[in-house]
């Protein structure tokens, strides 16, 4: 029996097939109102907000690259673990936590 029970939680909210998210490849969601971009990696599934915080490009369409995501504008990579700027240490997108689950991809419900 699977103790984490995500439809009854309330706190997982369900944003898409694994299936439908290619392999090192960023899609974009609409998810609680925020535009998130959710990231499917060798290393697993990560989530950050879809826009850079340098200039607003959209980092789904971003190249997957050493555990990152370099923006598509000015190629700053950001860290999909933490959202960490590796080229502006002082600058970061934020993150969510995302499990998979039942083939299903899930965000944690956003902090107000
Ligand atoms: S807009 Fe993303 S690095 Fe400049």
Redesign the pocket.
């Known amino acids: 029996m699977d103790l984490f029970d995500w439809q009854s939680s309330g706190e997982w909210i369900p944003v898409c097939k694994l299936d439908d998210l290619q392999k090192n490849k960023g899609k974009r969601f609409v998810v609680a109102g925020r535009e998130i971009a959710i990231f499917r990696t060798e290393n697993g599934v990560f989530a950050t907000d879809d826009y850079?915080p340098?200039?607003?490009?959209s980092l789904s369409a971003g190249r997957i690259w050493e555990g990152t995501v370099v923006?598509p504008?000015?190629?700053?990579a950001f860290r999909l673990a933490d959202g960490r700027c590796t080229d502006v240490p002082t600058l970061s997108v934020p993150t969510y936590k995302v499990t998979v689950r039942d083939g299903w991809v899930l965000l944690k419900k956003p902090v107000e």
């Open positions: 850079c340098h200039m607003g490009d923006c504008r000015h190629m700053w």
